[in-house]
């Protein structure tokens, strides 16, 4: 049962331009969201989070909005860099039980 | 500088051995966790300790098993009960006392076993 759920496996997109990854999830209880960039054979690093009390949150090029009607949240990257092409994992907790679910990520690829 | 050490890289196996994969974190973080990644299907919990001597299963526990004597150490053990042990493992730490605070990922063992 895959509670998180990226379902677009890759994503391409022109320098310069936006990039928008989408994540859904069917636990209601989750209320914290975080997005995680990973490099191959790295680990993954935190990029950016929200809590359930906000719609949006802002960190330089990168944007996350949650919409909790529709169980859906997104990042946006702008302007996309060639340095962003990775893969991105969403992830979900639910502040009463901790544990943090994944999603199965996006490819990222930022072409020059 | 403060981070999580996982060794080794790269670890090969034969299949019916059992085989232990180190974790060290110098974040002074209380919590430690052990993913698997695989194609497709994202980073799931194996285990995970939120404090020193005291450990619980994750979503794919079988064919696991963890120690958690030192504060920075967690060591995984795949076992030969485990059906598909190759795959790529990350440990991560959390815990500087903010409830929310995101997960801080070693770069990760990538374990074939043949």
């Known amino acids: 049962d895959q509670q998180v759920k990226q379902n677009s496996p890759s994503l391409s997109v022109q320098e310069g331009r936006i990039s928008i990854l989408n994540c859904d999830y069917t636990n209601s209880m989750f209320d914290y969201f975080l997005w995680y960039k990973k490099y191959p054979a790295e680990g993954p690093t935190f990029l950016i989070s929200i809590s359930s009390i906000k719609d949006k949150n802002e960190d330089g090029r990168f944007t996350v909005f949650l919409n909790k009607s529709a169980k859906h949240l997104s990042l946006h990257i702008v302007p996309s860099q060639p340095g962003d092409s990775a893969v991105y994992f969403c992830a979900a907790k639910s502040t009463s039980y901790g544990k943090l679910t994944f999603g199965q990520g996006t490819i990222l690829t930022v072409h020059p | 500088d403060g981070g999580i050490t996982q060794s080794p890289k790269y670890l090969f196996r034969k299949e019916g051995q059992n085989v232990t994969l180190s974790c060290e974190q110098n974040?002074?973080?209380?919590?430690m966790y052990w993913y698997r990644q695989d194609p497709g299907q994202g980073l799931r919990l194996i285990y995970y300790s939120q404090i020193v001597n005291d450990f619980q299963k994750g979503d794919i526990a079988e064919g696991y098993s963890v120690s958690r004597e030192k504060k920075e150490s967690f060591p995984l053990t795949v076992t030969s009960a485990q059906k598909n042990p190759t795959a790529f493992y990350l440990c991560?730490?959390?815990?500087?006392?903010?409830?929310?605070?995101?997960?801080?990922f070693g770069n990760g063992t990538r374990l074939t076993v043949t």
């Open positions: 974040l002074n973080h209380d919590a």
């Open positions: 991560a730490s959390t815990g500087d006392g903010a409830y929310n605070s995101p997960l801080h």
